[in-house]
């Protein structure tokens, strides 16, 4: 555990309606099986509870894929500009980026802006999924997240307790996450919380929409 911060816990659960998450990073790695995903979600967490990590660091989770292979990496902070300075340390890029590529090649993970959270019920999510969707430009991912965020719940199949809408920095592509209290189903596959760790949010910040951000209480 990393206790060179006394503001970082262990928290396997991502919470998605944080207020003064300001970038959301995303990505889906692909293993080979169930040990191999353990094993890089716990080499991957190992590692980040070993290094340093700024004020602007929120989270950072992995979640396990219901299909045995696929891992969610999720991530928040406070801005954009913060995590690049972070990612263009030499020594972060020496000591947990090389720890985290030994464990699996991969490209670096999707930038998203939040730009809206909808907490359609009561209740405490465990259970994910994770969609992606194409867009023209920001606005446009906007307008979808808007579209998106008035549906009405669908028949059959548990509804989610919470949803948070993501549009890529470029502004090509709109990320939903969403958070059920049962197991959603479905073709592809859905993620549990493995590991995570979380910086504690200061009084005041918890439960609500991103700062500056629509939201929305108990829409169906």
Do not use: I
């Amino acid at each position: 555990m990393n206790l060179t911060d006394t503001g970082l816990r262990p928290d396997a659960r991502p919470d998605l309606t944080r207020p003064d998450a300001g970038l959301v990073l995303a990505s889906l790695w692909h293993t080979e099986g169930p040990e191999r995903q353990r094993r890089v979600m716990s080499g991957v967490m190992d590692a980040w509870e070993k290094t340093r990590l700024p004020p602007a660091y929120l989270a950072r989770h992995c979640l396990e894929g219901s299909d045995g292979r696929t891992v969610l990496n999720f991530a928040q902070w406070t801005s954009p500009a913060a995590h690049r300075a972070f990612a263009a340390d030499p020594g972060n890029q020496q000591t947990l980026g090389l720890a985290v590529q030994a464990l699996y090649s991969a490209d670096p993970p999707g930038r998203y802006v939040p730009c809206r959270v909808v907490r359609r019920r009561a209740g405490s999510a465990g259970f994910f999924t994770v969609r992606w969707y194409d867009t023209e430009d920001a606005g446009a991912g906007r307008s979808l997240a808007d579209e998106l965020a008035a549906r009405p719940a669908t028949a059959g199949g548990p509804a989610p307790v919470v949803e948070q809408f993501s549009v890529a920095e470029d502004g090509r592509r709109l990320l939903v996450l969403a958070g059920f209290t049962a197991e959603p189903g479905g073709t592809g596959p859905w993620f549990r919380p493995f590991r995570g760790l979380v910086r504690v949010a200061a009084r005041g910040a918890r439960g609500g929409s991103p700062a500056g951000l629509p939201g929305q209480e108990g829409r169906a």
